[in-house]
């Protein structure tokens, strides 16, 4: 079935550091791919999206790029700021189900 | 004005107690969701449903009953509720179609 692997947690950072959050999906078809964010005590805000391969999403300085041949949808950004500590989700959508289904979120803490 | 809303955000009740929990949407969606975190922040979606008519249920025990009254509202009835029902549970809701979905906040169900 489909599934959505991300790097393990958590990732701890200093200010201005750079990001990456590994992701990599198993899927039939061509699944939209998504990261979600959550900060602490909150519901989950989506951060971006691409829908086909070779789609970029960017959204807040985060940006990641919807690689086919790697299965694969890493989240980047250049320079991280305290305000970004939050757990991220990457997760796809199966456009036959139309439902998410979501990797086990990684955890960024961002220290001054 | 919140988008998608639940109803309420905390909510400890005792072994056996019936309870529920309430999701509305002002989005104009046709499709709404249940999605349970675990206290491993790992989501799952539980149910779909698709202007008020069940199209997902996850293997989910049927002491939960979701209940669309009309397709702005989802709510979600948990009968004799055991420890193991202690999580956030999360409402969401997307347009017919599209692949990512707008959650609420997220109602902590602590279950003594």
């Known amino acids: 079935g489909n599934s959505v692997t991300q790097m393990e947690g958590p990732v701890t950072l200093s200010e201005e550091a750079f990001l990456t959050i590994n992701c990599t999906y198993t899927?039939?078809?061509?699944?939209?791919l998504f990261w979600y964010v959550q900060y602490p005590g909150e519901g989950l805000q989506l951060l971006l999206k691409a829908t086909k391969a070779d789609d970029k999403g960017s959204n807040k300085g985060f940006e990641a790029t919807y690689r086919k041949e790697t299965t694969s949808f890493h989240l980047e950004k250049g320079s991280v700021q305290v305000s970004d500590s939050a757990v991220y989700f990457c997760?796809?959508?199966?456009?036959?189900?139309?439902?998410?289904?979501f990797g086990a979120g990684t955890r960024l803490a961002v220290h001054p | 004005d919140t988008a998608v809303s639940q109803t309420p955000k905390y909510l400890v009740t005792q072994m056996g107690n019936d309870k529920s929990i309430k999701c509305e949407q002002n989005?104009?969606?046709?499709?709404m969701y249940w999605y349970k975190q675990d206290s491993k922040k790992f989501l799952k979606i539980m149910f779909s449903y698709n202007n008020k008519e069940l199209i997902i249920n996850e293997t989910v025990p049927n002491r939960f009953s979701p209940k669309s009254p009309d397709k702005a509202h989802l709510n979600l009835h948990i009968n004799s509720l055991e420890l193991g029902d202690s999580a956030v549970y999360f409402c969401?809701?997307?347009?017919?179609?599209?692949?990512?979905?707008?959650f609420g906040q997220g109602t902590r169900l602590t279950v003594v």
């Open positions: 899927a039939t078809g061509y699944p939209s």
């Open positions: 989005l104009g969606h046709d499709t």
């Open positions: 997760a796809l959508s199966d456009r036959g189900y139309n439902k998410l289904i």
């Open positions: 969401a809701s997307s347009p017919t179609g599209v692949p990512e979905a707008f």
